[in-house]
């Protein structure tokens, strides 16, 4: 399945493609692509429905979040072996892990705000996890269970905020618009091998990031055993699982977004997002 929440921001409503691509209106019978929806029995709810006999959204405009009221925004550092190596960092022995507001949580095609004294703003392709059961203390065998599905995320940066200005990486993760995901929520049933995913982002036409899911360090089962044993995981819960090299930061010398350029990314079978770039004012 392919879930989406489509609508004006605030009022979006939840939505599923049909066989053909089209968004067929899911509001008749779920509030909403969050919570309790995305367990286990609410995804195979879902699933026992048929698209075809839901109404057919024409114009669906606007596509929102594909995920509502997430509680933690969950975000792993250098964890892609060839993009440690393009900052000069060494490889992590265990996980870095480190948090995103969810206030930075936006649409997939909405601008990206460059924040107010920004001048390092850098861009990141990754691949996102959905949890749908809740997880603590959960084994590496079992840790799959507790995924709902996969989204694509931006996992936009302010790196001197981030690295620059003391304290943790947070402050340059989290401000408004920095963490576009979507378009769609792709169930895990759908997504044969979460670590066989080829990923690329380009700005104004040119390709920076083209790599793929298999340099990940930490794998996708993994970070899910792993992050539980540390805080529980509800469902909705998203983790942003690190990216490949082609980051602005990593470039010879660094290159960093400006207002007015256009940011295009996508994660095979996931979907693919589009962005302008805005200044804050």
């Not at 924040?115 to 996102?128: Q, Y």
């Not at 036409?205 to 990940?216: D, E, Y």
Request: proline residues 6%; aromatic residues 6%.
């Amino acid at each position: 399945m392919k879930l989406l929440r489509y609508g004006p921001r605030g009022t979006e409503k939840p939505g599923i493609l049909d066989s053909d691509g089209r968004v067929r209106d899911l509001s008749g019978h779920v509030g909403d692509i969050a919570g309790e929806v995305l367990t286990s029995a609410g995804l195979a709810g879902i699933a026992a429905i048929d698209p075809e006999s839901l109404p057919l959204v024409a114009e669906p405009g606007r596509f929102g979040p594909c995920v509502a009221r997430t509680g933690k925004f969950i975000c792993v550092g250098l964890n892609y072996a060839d993009h440690a190596a393009e900052t000069g960092a060494a490889i992590p022995e265990e996980p870095i892990l480190f948090m995103k507001a969810t206030s930075a949580i936006t649409g997939p095609d909405d601008n990206v705000i460059i924040p107010r004294k920004s001048r390092k703003t850098d861009w990141e392709v990754e691949l996102g996890v959905v949890i749908g059961d809740e997880a603590r203390y959960v084994s590496l065998a079992d840790a799959m269970n507790h995924v709902a599905g996969y989204c694509l995320i931006n996992d936009v940066s302010e790196r001197e905020f981030q690295a620059e200005r003391g304290g943790q990486w947070t402050k340059g993760k989290s401000a408004d618009s920095f963490g576009p995901i979507g378009p769609w929520l792709v169930s895990r049933d759908e997504v044969a091998d979460p670590q066989n995913l080829k990923m690329w982002l380009s700005v104004d036409g040119v390709m920076r990031q083209n790599g793929s899911t298999r340099t990940m360090i930490f794998g996708v089962a993994f970070l899910v055993h792993y992050i539980s044993q540390f805080m529980s995981l509800q469902p909705g819960d998203i983790i942003s699982t690190g990216t490949p090299p082609g980051v602005g930061l990593g470039m010879k010398p660094p290159v960093f977004l400006r207002a007015g350029q256009t940011i295009r990314l996508g994660i095979e079978g996931l979907g693919e997002q589009t962005q302008l770039t805005v200044d804050a004012a």
